[in-house]
C-alpha cells in the first residue's frame, strides 16, 4: 500500500495526512480554520483544455481594442498594449512597466507554463523544467491582474461618457471570457499542480520522517512537507519558536526542497524586519500618491487641470455615477489603507507575543491577501485615459507623478503580505493550549450542500478512515 502524502497548513504549520475528498468536500484546517484542498473533479486534460483557451482568448482580447471614444468625429480606440505604448511615450516609464507587467506580460508568461507544464503531463511524461516552471508559476500568480483591468476599463467608460461618445470594442467582450476562464484557472495553484504530477506517477511520493532535532514543514512553492532543522530558539520539534530568535534566522539557515529543490525554511527568516520595512516605504510613498496628481487633463474648452484620487472619486459621485465612485474609492483609498493597518496591527500583534484571537488574525491575513492587486486599479484607468483622450490641441490627458508612486505602493503592501508569516502568531501558542489542540484538532472535510434543505447541516468530522487526518499525525 503506498504511504498517503502529508499536507502543512500555510497559515499555523499544522500537519494533516491527505487523503482523497468526495465530490463537493472540502479540507479545512481545525485549527486555524484554513481551506487546505479542495476537491476537483477536472482532470489534466481538462485543465490543459482550459490552459488553451484562455491562452486563445488572451490573444484575442489583445489583437483588438477594448473600447473607443468619438469626439467632433475624431475618433480613438484603446487597447491594453496601445495604452502602455502611449504612458511610455509620454515619459510616464515606470508606470507604462508595471500595467504592461500585470495586465500583458505575466499573465501570458503563466499561461504559457500552464501549457507546457500539462501538455506532456497530460501524456503521462514528465515536462521539461518542470521544477524551475512550477517555481516561476507560484511566483506569477499574485502579479497577474487581468481582472482588474477590465474593472479599469469599466470605470473608464463611466469617466469618459460625459465627455465624448464611448462605445466597447471586441476586445471588451474577450477579456470578459478571459477572466472567466482565469478565475477558473485560479484554483489550479502550484501545490495543486504538484498533487496531478503525483497521481501521474511522474514523481514519486515522499512521507519523511523527523529525526531528533528536525521538525516537519511544508515547502512554500510545492507543498512537500518534509524534516528540516529546528530553527534556532526552539530546543525541540515540540516546543514553540521563539519570534526575535524566528526573525533574525539567516538565509543560509535552509535546505533545498526534496522534490522542488526550492530554498525551505522552517519559518520564513527575518519576516518581521522585511514585513515593517516595506509597509513604512509603502506608508511614506502613499503621501505623494494622493497628494500629487495622478492624471493631468489638456483641454481647448475645460482648461488644463490636474486630478487626484479623492478628485476623481469626487468627480464621479458628482456626475450622478455613484457606484463607481465607491468602487474607486474602496479600491483606490480604503484598500491600500486598510493592508497597511492589517499588517501592521498583524506584525505587531506578533511582536508582542499576543496569543489573543489567533483564528481571527488568520482571517484578516487571508483577507490581505486577497485585496491586494486591486488597488492597481486607478493605475489602469489612467493609461486608458491617457491612450483614449489624445486629440491634439482639442484634449489630451496623460499619467500625473501620482500614477507612479501608487503603483509602487500597491507593489510594496503585496509584498509585504508576502513577507509576513502568519505561523509565527500560531507557533506563540502555549503548551497547555498546544496539549489540548493535540488532542481535538482535526482536518474537517465539509460538504457543499447539494440541495436547499441540506445547507443547515453540521460539517462532518473524519477520523482514521476519512478523507483527512488529525494535526501532527505522522507516518
Known sequence: MSPKPLISCEHCGSIFRRHELQHGET?????????????????VSGWLALSLAALIVFAIANAYPV?????????????LLTA???????????????????????????????????????????????????????????????????????????KLAG?????????????????VLLATLERLSPHALWRYVEKAGVTPVHVPRPAPGQTLTGCHVCGQVQAVPVPDGSSSSHEPYHVHAIDHQHEGDSHHCVRCNAIVHARKPQSL???????????????????????????????????????????????????????????SIVVPLTKMLALAILAGSVQRE???????RTRLYEMVEFIGQWSMLDVFVVILLASLAHFQGLMEISAGPA??????????????????DPRLAW?????????????????????????????EAPSMTHTGTGPVASRHDTA
Open 27 to 43: 479540507a479545512t484546517c481545525a485549527r486555524c480554520g484554513t481551506i487546505l484542498w479542495r476537491y476537483s473533479g477536472i482532470s
Open 67 to 79: 473600447i473607443s471614444m468619438s469626439v467632433q468625429g475624431m475618433t480613438r480606440e484603446a487597447s
Open 84 to 158: 502602455v505604448i502611449m504612458t511610455w511615450d509620454q515619459g510616464y516609464v515606470w508606470t507604462a512597466m508595471m500595467t504592461g507587467l500585470a495586465g500583458f506580460a505575466l499573465p501570458f508568461l503563466h499561461l504559457i507554463i500552464l501549457v507546457w507544464v500539462l501538455w506532456p503531463l497530460a501524456l503521462g511524461r514528465e515536462p521539461a523544467g518542470l521544477r524551475p516552471a512550477v517555481r516561476l508559476l507560484g511566483i506569477l500568480r499574485p502579479w497577474c491582474m487581468v481582472p482588474v483591468f477590465l474593472l479599469g476599463v469599466l470605470v473608464s467608460v463611466v
Open 163 to 179: 465627455m465624448a461618445s464611448v462605445s466597447p470594442a471586441p476586445g471588451l467582450y474577450a477579456f470578459g471570457a478571459l477572466v
Open 273 to 331: 524586519t522585511r514585513t515593517w520595512a516595506l509597509l513604512v516605504a509603502a506608508a511614506a510613498l502613499y503621501v505623494p500618491a494622493n497628494v500629487l496628481p495622478i492624471m493631468n487633463i489638456q483641454s481647448l474648452f475645460l482648461g488644463d487641470s490636474g486630478h487626484t484620487i479623492l478628485g476623481g472619486v469626487v468627480e464621479l459621485w458628482q456626475t450622478g455615477s455613484w457606484d463607481i465612485a465607491l468602487i474607486v474609492f474602496i479600491a
Open 354 to 360: 499576543s496569543q489573543f484571537n489567533l483564528r481571527q
Open 403 to 420: 500614477a507612479g508612486a501608487f503603483g509602487l505602493v500597491v507593489i510594496l503592501t503585496m509584498l509585504a503580505a508576502m513577507s509576513f
Open 427 to 455: 507557533d506563540l501558542e502555549t503548551h497547555e493550549s498546544d496539549e489540548t489542540n493535540e488532542a481535538s484538532n482535526t482536518a474537517i472535510a465539509s460538504r457543499r450542500a447539494q440541495d436547499p434543505s441540506d445547507h
